[in-house]
């Protein structure tokens, strides 16, 4: 730029000088007709050269260093132009509803996707990613953490509603059909128990004792005494023995009225034992009081220490990344793409947070062009600006050397025309 602005001032100049060099050349041929009009162009483009010369050179500095008034615009009005510069970018190129309009066009979420996906697969990525898990398992101390899930485990349990709970026990073990099965299991202990010859025994004179000791009067006393010598312990163990099996036997059957009867009598308790509320009462004792003894630090921390240990086992696995982690990130990535409603939201976010960046910091746009521009003395503000603009500004020098030529010539032929 530098020299596209030296090749166009010494164009300028070049111009400038043909102009007087012209003037004082056609001096000796003005009586002449030609001498007369060349005479009136150059030196209408000399005053024309000359006057864009003064114009453009008083925009930056005084011409010949001489203080003529009017003359160094741009550092006696520094200020002026900073503050018209800045208001010019606030106000008008950069506003804050022009800034809002175009992020509104960006779809950041979407790039953000793209830059994550291609991130993930390279390397730089994988290890910072694995490095950054390895330091984290690192810093884990099992005997600090223990503690604390300790007691947010007692805390849980003890927000556990015990009563609730037991409803939903009683439901299922009906469900599951457990009261059946806890009856058949009675039946089937019973069965065994009564099948023994010691249980026989012990039923025989459990009996005999019983009858021996009924205190009866008159015919009755003598039928039991009557009774007892017809029978043995023996006999009488055979009789209950089998009276009992016949029973078991009777209560297994399913379609037996007294089992139907039986089971109908445990549901009914079962359901009755919901809205106990001692024993919700007791229960909730019981609960508190095996929460409040529970000592189970030792073991939590042995069962973090055990899992960290395995976590960083699995990360020196050389297809941890790729076998593991990476597929992890990629399915939440396509999960995340595909629903539409927190895509949505993650892009409201974004939008919100840069145009909330861009209220409260629009103000340092100018701020900043102001403070980039006062580090700038005026001499450097001003070869900034002819480097950038001093090609057209010179080109205005030429084209009022080679214009005032142009109107010279055509004044001077009206003049002698008329």
Not at 203 to 220: H, P, Y
């Amino acid at each position: 730029m530098s020299r596209k602005k030296n090749n166009s001032q010494h164009l300028a100049k070049i111009s400038l000088a043909v102009m007087a060099i012209g003037f004082i050349g056609t001096i000796p041929f003005q009586d002449s007709l030609w001498g007369t009009i060349l005479q009136g162009g150059f030196e209408a483009g000399l005053v024309g050269g000359l006057a864009d010369w003064f114009a453009v050179t008083a925009l930056f500095r005084h011409p010949l260093g001489l203080p003529i008034p009017h003359t160094a615009l741009l550092p006696k009005n520094r200020n002026r132009i900073i503050a018209g510069i800045i208001n010019m970018l606030e106000k008008d190129w950069l506003t804050k509803e022009s800034i809002r309009k175009k992020i509104s066009t960006i779809p950041f979420t979407e790039k953000l996707f793209m830059l994550a996906e291609n991130a993930i697969t390279g390397q730089q990525v994988r290890n910072g990613i694995t490095t950054l898990i390895q330091h984290l398992l690192h810093s884990v101390d099992s005997k600090k953490i223990a503690p604390i899930i300790e007691q947010e485990l007692k805390t849980k349990l003890r927000e556990l509603d015990t009563s609730k709970y037991l409803s939903l026990v009683i439901d299922q073990l009906i469900s599951r059909k457990y009261d059946e099965k806890a009856l058949d299991f009675i039946l089937k202990e019973i069965d065994e128990w009564s099948s023994k010859e010691t249980t026989k025994e012990r039923l025989g004179r459990l009996a005999v004792e019983a009858l021996e000791n009924i205190k009866a009067d008159g015919f009755m006393q003598f039928a039991l005494k009557s009774f007892t010598n017809i029978v043995n312990e023996e006999k009488l163990g055979s009789i209950i023995q089998g009276l009992i099996k016949k029973g078991v036997v009777s209560l297994r059957d399913p379609y037996n009225q007294n089992r139907q009867t039986l089971l109908f009598h445990i549901n009914s308790k079962l359901q009755e034992i919901k809205t106990d509320e001692n024993l919700a009462i007791e229960l909730n004792t019981i609960k508190e009081q095996l929460i409040s003894n529970w000592q189970f630090e030792e073991k939590i921390t042995e069962f973090v220490e055990q899992l960290r240990q395995k976590a960083l086992a699995i990360i020196e696995l050389p297809h941890f990344y790729d076998g593991y982690l990476l597929p992890l990130i990629s399915k939440a990535f396509e999960n995340l793409k595909t629903d539409q409603e927190k895509v949505m939201a993650i892009e409201s976010w974004i939008q919100q947070l840069i145009s909330t960046f861009v209220d409260n910091n629009h103000a340092k746009i100018g701020k900043l062009v102001e403070e980039n521009l006062n580090k700038l003395d005026d001499k450097t503000l001003i070869n900034m600006i002819e480097s950038n603009v001093g090609k057209d500004l010179q080109w205005i020098r030429v084209n009022g050397a080679v214009c005032g030529f142009l109107i010279g010539l055509f004044l001077v032929g009206l003049k002698l025309i008329f």
